[in-house]
Protein backbone atom coordinates (compact mmCIF):
# COMPACT_ATOMS: atom_id res chain seq x y z
CA UNK A 1 0.00 0.00 0.00
CA UNK A 2 1.29 3.31 -1.01
CA UNK A 3 0.85 6.35 1.07
CA UNK A 4 0.94 10.04 -0.30
CA UNK A 5 1.56 13.06 1.63
CA UNK A 6 1.10 16.49 0.07
CA UNK A 7 2.17 19.84 2.04
CA UNK A 8 2.60 23.45 1.06
CA UNK A 9 -0.66 24.37 0.27
CA UNK A 10 -1.62 28.03 1.19
CA UNK A 11 -3.09 31.28 1.03
CA UNK A 12 -1.36 33.53 -1.46
CA UNK A 13 -2.48 36.79 -3.34
CA UNK A 14 -2.73 36.79 -7.08
CA UNK A 15 0.58 36.85 -8.46
CA UNK A 16 2.29 34.81 -5.53
CA UNK A 17 3.95 31.61 -5.68
CA UNK A 18 3.85 28.28 -3.82
CA UNK A 19 5.26 25.17 -3.94
CA UNK A 20 3.98 22.20 -3.47
CA UNK A 21 5.68 18.52 -2.13
CA UNK A 22 4.36 14.99 -1.91
CA UNK A 23 6.15 12.28 -0.41
CA UNK A 24 6.01 8.82 -1.37
CA UNK A 25 6.48 5.50 0.83
CA UNK A 26 7.41 2.48 -1.10
CA UNK A 27 11.02 1.56 -2.30
CA UNK A 28 9.91 1.62 -6.09
CA UNK A 29 9.21 5.31 -5.86
CA UNK A 30 11.74 6.17 -9.61
CA UNK A 31 9.74 3.90 -11.45
CA UNK A 32 6.09 5.08 -11.55
CA UNK A 33 4.87 7.72 -13.12
CA UNK A 34 3.04 11.14 -11.16
CA UNK A 35 0.79 13.74 -10.97
CA UNK A 36 -0.66 17.10 -9.67
CA UNK A 37 -4.27 17.35 -10.01
CA UNK A 38 -7.05 19.71 -8.76
CA UNK A 39 -10.31 19.90 -7.74
CA UNK A 40 -11.78 23.47 -7.34
CA UNK A 41 -15.44 23.49 -5.45
CA UNK A 42 -18.19 22.29 -7.60
CA UNK A 43 -16.02 21.18 -10.79
CA UNK A 44 -14.78 17.96 -11.37
CA UNK A 45 -10.90 16.88 -10.62
CA UNK A 46 -8.28 17.78 -13.67
CA UNK A 47 -5.09 17.07 -14.08
CA UNK A 48 -2.55 20.05 -13.72
CA UNK A 49 0.64 17.87 -14.45
CA UNK A 50 2.32 15.00 -15.16
CA UNK A 51 5.85 13.83 -15.16
CA UNK A 52 7.56 10.06 -16.56
CA UNK A 53 9.60 8.21 -14.81
CA UNK A 54 12.00 9.54 -17.41
CA UNK A 55 11.29 12.63 -16.13
CA UNK A 56 9.33 14.09 -19.43
CA UNK A 57 6.26 16.23 -18.11
CA UNK A 58 3.06 17.61 -19.57
CA UNK A 59 0.92 20.50 -18.68
CA UNK A 60 -2.67 21.41 -18.44
CA UNK A 61 -2.77 24.48 -21.34
CA UNK A 62 -4.51 26.55 -18.07
CA UNK A 63 -0.90 26.24 -16.49
CA UNK A 64 1.30 26.30 -19.15
CA UNK A 65 4.59 28.51 -18.52
CA UNK A 66 3.43 28.96 -14.83
CA UNK A 67 3.36 25.96 -13.38
CA UNK A 68 6.45 23.26 -13.05
CA UNK A 69 6.49 19.96 -12.24
CA UNK A 70 9.62 18.25 -10.98
CA UNK A 71 10.56 14.95 -8.82
CA UNK A 72 13.79 14.10 -6.60
CA UNK A 73 13.73 10.44 -6.42
CA UNK A 74 16.30 10.11 -4.29
CA UNK A 75 13.31 11.86 -1.31
CA UNK A 76 10.26 10.08 -2.79
CA UNK A 77 9.14 13.72 -3.60
CA UNK A 78 6.89 15.04 -6.48
CA UNK A 79 7.03 18.99 -6.58
CA UNK A 80 4.85 21.26 -8.38
CA UNK A 81 6.17 24.83 -8.32
CA UNK A 82 3.63 27.31 -9.03
CA UNK A 83 3.93 30.36 -10.27
CA UNK A 84 2.03 34.09 -11.39
CA UNK A 85 -0.87 32.62 -9.42
CA UNK A 86 -4.72 33.36 -10.28
CA UNK A 87 -7.59 33.23 -8.41
CA UNK A 88 -8.71 30.51 -10.68
CA UNK A 89 -6.15 28.64 -9.49
CA UNK A 90 -7.51 28.09 -6.11
CA UNK A 91 -8.91 24.23 -5.60
CA UNK A 92 -7.76 21.44 -3.22
CA UNK A 93 -4.63 19.75 -5.10
CA UNK A 94 -4.24 16.48 -5.03
CA UNK A 95 -0.86 14.12 -6.21
CA UNK A 96 -0.84 10.85 -7.61
CA UNK A 97 1.21 7.65 -8.15
CA UNK A 98 -0.12 5.85 -11.61
CA UNK A 99 0.92 2.14 -10.79
CA UNK A 100 -1.40 -1.06 -11.90
CA UNK A 101 -3.91 1.32 -9.71
CA UNK A 102 -3.93 4.76 -8.60
CA UNK A 103 -2.98 5.89 -5.38
CA UNK A 104 -3.67 9.47 -3.85
CA UNK A 105 -3.10 11.15 -1.55
CA UNK A 106 -5.63 13.55 0.90
CA UNK A 107 -4.76 16.93 -0.84
CA UNK A 108 -3.73 20.08 0.09
CA UNK A 109 -5.56 23.56 -0.14
CA UNK A 110 -4.73 26.50 -2.33
CA UNK A 111 -6.38 29.79 -2.05
CA UNK A 112 -5.57 32.54 -3.96
CA UNK A 113 -7.08 35.52 -3.13
CA UNK A 114 -6.51 39.50 -1.79
Known amino acids: QVQLVESGGGLVQPGGSLRLSCVAS????????MGWYRQAPGKQRELVAH???????MYADSVKGRFTISRDNGKNTVYLQMNSLKPEDTAIYYC????????WGQGTQVTVSS
Open 96 to 103: MQRQSREY
Open 51 to 57: ITSGRTT
Open 26 to 33: GRTFSIWP
